[in-house]
């Protein structure tokens, strides 16, 4: 079992080539404790902007921390 934290990551980009956000347009939602929970956010913050061409999020995982 993992203790990696998942984030939904994104928003509006200048280009379509996807390098670089429009200022303050970027969004970041989570942690969330499972990549299903993740999942579930990103398709519905995706859903929300689908008319939007040079919209896009995408799911990290954070690294797992072992305390020493």
């Known amino acids: 079992m993992t203790n990696s934290n998942f984030w939904v990551i994104g928003g ?3 280009s379509m080539n996807f390098h ?5 347009s970027a969004q ?17 913050v995706s859903e929300e902007n689908r008319h939007k061409a040079g919209v896009r999020f995408s799911i ?3 690294p797992s921390r072992v305390s020493a």
């Open 12 to 14: 509006e980009f200048g």
């Open 20 to 24: 670089k956000l429009v200022e303050g």
């Open 28 to 44: 970041v939602q989570g942690p969330f404790k499972t990549r299903k929970e993740a999942e579930d956010a990103w398709r519905s």
């Open 60 to 62: 990290v995982e954070e």
